[in-house]
T-cell receptor, first 114, second 117 residues
Framework: KQEVTQIPAALSVPEGENLVLNCSFT??????LQWFRQDPGKGLTSLLL?????REQTSGRLNASLDKSSGRSTLYIAASQPGDSATYLC?????????????FGKGTLLTVNP | DAGVIQSPRHEVTEMGQEVTLRCKPI?????LFWYRQTMMRGLELLIY????????DSGMPEDRFSAKMPNASFSTLKIQPSEPRDSAVYFC???????????????FGNGTRLTVT
């Protein structure tokens, strides 16, 4: 059974700092991995999706990497801003028959202080 | 498009009462998912529909939970009778592409926060 762990559970940084959020998964037979952002009282917004054959994806100040063999992904946020404050979740989609299911981590609550 | 619309945003009910949560997916999206989010267990898939047909309901926790999709623009998740441990945020999500087919982003609603006392 796939399990996804995110460390740390919460992170507080001053504005302008570069930061890294971590995600690990137990079953390396994945189809892809996604990073989502969740604002308080809102649903999830997809940030980046990395296919299993890819090593990284970039969007603006965000860069996500994937090391499938070691079961790890990182989300790098450059020059953090208060507007980046949110919960960040990673989710993996397993390869195989039930590959419509996403297994989510519990998220990292990020606070960027002005 | 207004996105995935869920109602109500908040629901407070007493144990034993029936609860119905509603979802309107994005027009043209043939795939609909119901998720539950709790602090302890995170986000869990409850059930998944394709073209209004339930494909996999293995995530539905108990027979007290049921979901329907009578047409392409409406789905309900019902809990009868409700229990305090059902308290959670319930999300509906939709997609216009087959799950697992490359970049198949899910569009989430803002959720319904359910509190059962």
């Amino acid at each position: 059974k796939q399990e996804v762990t995110q460390i740390p559970a919460a992170l507080s940084v001053p504005e302008g700092e570069n930061l890294v959020l971590n995600c690990s998964f137990t079953d390396s037979a994945i189809y892809n991995l996604q990073w989502f952002r969740q604002d308080p009282g809102k649903g999830l917004t997809s940030l980046l999706l990395i296919q299993s054959s890819q090593r990284e994806q970039t969007s603006g100040r965000l860069n996500a990497s994937l090391d499938k063999s070691s079961g790890r992904s990182t989300l790098y946020i450059a020059a953090s801003q208060p507007g980046d404050s949110a919960t960040y979740l990673c989710a993996v989609r397993n390869s195989g028959g039930s590959n419509y299911k996403l297994t989510f981590g519990k998220g990292t609550l990020l606070t960027v202080n002005p | 498009d207004a996105g995935v619309i869920q109602s109500p945003r908040h629901e407070v009910t007493e144990m034993g009462q029936e609860v119905t949560l509603r979802c309107k997916p994005i027009s043209g999206h043939d795939y609909l998912f119901w998720y539950r989010q709790t602090m302890m267990r995170g986000l869990e898939l409850l059930i998944y529909f394709n073209n209004n047909v339930p494909i996999d309901d293995s995530g539905m926790p108990e027979d007290r939970f049921s979901a329907k999709m009578p047409n392409a623009s409406f789905s309900t998740l019902k809990i009868q009778p409700s229990e305090p441990r059902d308290s959670a945020v319930y999300f509906c999500a939709s997609s216009d592409r087959p799950p697992g087919s490359g970049n198949s982003p899910l569009h989430f609603g803002n959720g319904t926060r359910l509190t059962v006392t």
